[in-house]
């Protein structure tokens, strides 16, 4: 362990208690790598731990954690896997496949430049872990040698997929800068816009390196590389490297077009084309199996292209070696040497001092003088005014009402994210009230399609379903309605208008028209119209009734709970049974006045009529009954008459 690690205070630390800290594998601009173990599952990882400065932004922290989770659903056996990414204290870190070996740019330090069959193979292992990241919709933003991994067991994988588009390259300087506006497309120059196309031709360039062992554009400050990104055409590998195949040389310079629009559409089309090259040529890749890696030695001795097969021998450009030539031609091919270097250097002169007055021009006055507006979208104001400050962009807050950007938050800003200005120019940020509020008219007595539209109006989420039920309205109209509020609560009436936030939620109550009056209907009747509403009867009794003839519905049960019929609900019936009938008791042989207290006392509570002589003084005693019309066999209504016949005893 060097002595830079042993001052490392992450060494030996225990990460969310789970990954302990064992050595610091790498440093970057934005964070450091460490490997480490992961404690719960006992295996070797790669912990990527964000600098400080960088874990305290809250807009970098989403940024980072969204793109964490996108390259997390990339299954790929040519894309380092991450597995999972989170917050220890002050430290925000990302654990990632551990793969022992070295980065392409160290193969490319130790041999320069690469065979062809070598170029094959990482160029088709790194296309096609890139094409499925294409497929699901990431963009790397940072293909470069340094993210391409070679490990000990002849794996070839793309990495650092989950910071590539939670920074940008103002979060690196020096070296770093240098390192990555080697591989900075045309249109982020220019627009500060990236897609597929961008990592395409990120690729181009890369392609270009290994196979000539240098890239095609150069210059002591990073700007002066930009320019050349963005004004000039890479030119062919073959023309410092003869041995080259053509069709490698039209593969890069198809994917270097200036225009995105006229490069691969994505890493699949380029692999596409990279595959029908390999067919012509008869070279496929070779990648070592996983299984039998190679002895940590080869790696520790400096053999570091032993992590690729296929190593061919490059033709020498200078041509045979035993040529034998006299003194006079040496002295022609000397002398046509030099004025060919003179004439180079001052055509090269020339070139510098045209380009030096263009690049002024470019950054003095021209598109380079401009700065791209950034996104500052879901941030405080102060947030949005700091990130615009450090593109030199002055930042002007205005207002507005939005429904999915919560209140104190940038909605957006104007000039739009991409666009370009002078330095100093103002950019107006607006700022989140939340949503609009509004005072709703009536809704009650519209028809359905009249409410729907007129909250709709409004911004306002009408529930698909409406509760339907039979009231005195015609139908399809508007009897009550009910708002939920979009952040929660209890819900409230507003049949008759209410005051109600944009994004809140209504439930319109519908009328299906009146439910049919059933009483006095026969009970077969009663039952079928109900049924035909929706409303099932589910018990019917029976009452006596002196008004209502038998077989006929006297009453129908009230709702329970009380409130509108809807169809479903159930109810029960009472049905009448006619006039209660009653037995007449048998008088005969009665006096007259014990006959009128038997009729009285019986269940019926009967009348009596006889002659009138029998309410004479004296006679109702003396009178007994020899008749009755109707007699004891028959049933009469309660407080019936019975008609008697009398006649003075002996």
Partial sequence: MTTNQQADPLIGRLVDGRYRVRARIARGGMATVYVATDLRLERRIALKVMHAHLSDDSNFQSRFIQEARAAARLA?????????????????????????????????????????????????????????????????????PENVLLAEDGRIKIGDFGLARATTANTATGAQLLGTIAYLAPELVTRGTADARSDIYALGIMLYEMLTGEQPYKGEQPMQIAFQHATESVPRPSARNPSVPEPLDELVLWATERS?????????????????????????????????????????????????????????????????????????????????????????????????????????SGPGSLVAVPDVAGVSFEAAQSELAEHDLVAVEAHANAVDVDAGLAIRSDPEPGERLDKGAE?????????ASHTLEALNGRTEQDARDYLGSVNVNVQDETLELYSSADADVVINAYVTPRAGGDSYECGEGCDILEDDTVELYVSLGPLPDVVGMSAEDAVAALDEKGISVTEQSEEYSDDVEAGIVMSMAERDPSGNWRPGDSTSLVVSKGPQLFEVPDVGGMTLTEAKQALAEASGGFTASYAAWGDLPGFADMAI???????????????????LTIQLSG
């Fill in 427 to 435: 950019v107006t940020v607006y700022i989140s009230d939340g949503p």
């Fill in 625 to 643: 009954v020899t008749g009755q019309t109707p007699g004891s066999d028959a049933s009469l209504r309660a407080g019936s008459n019975v008609e």
């Fill in 260 to 364: 995105p629009q006229e490069r691969p559409d994505d890493a699949q089309a380029m692999l596409n084309r990279l595959r029908e090259i390999e067919k012509e040529l008869g070279i496929a890749p070779q990648v070592a199996a996983a299984t039998s890696p190679p002895a940590r030695s080869q790696l520790d001795s400096g053999d570091v292209t032993k992590v690729l097969p296929g190593t061919a021998v490059i033709a020498d450009p200078t041509g045979p070696v035993n040529e034998q030539v006299d003194n006079a031609t040496l002295l022609r091919r000397r002398t046509s040497r030099r004025r060919a270097r003179g004439a180079f250097l001052l055509a090269l002169v020339l070139l510098l001092a045209t380009l030096a007055g263009g690049i002024g021009w470019w950054f003095g």
């Fill in 76 to 144: 790929d056996p040519h894309v380092v896997n991450v597995f999972d990414q989170g917050q220890d204290g002050e430290l925000a870190y990302l654990v990632m496949e551990y793969l022992p070996g070295i980065t392409l740019r160290e193969l490319m330090r130790e041999q320069r430049r690469l065979t062809i069959p070598q170029t094959i193979t990482i160029m088709d292992a790194v296309l096609a872990g890139l094409a499925a990241a294409h497929r699901g919709g990431i963009v790397h933003r940072d293909v470069k």
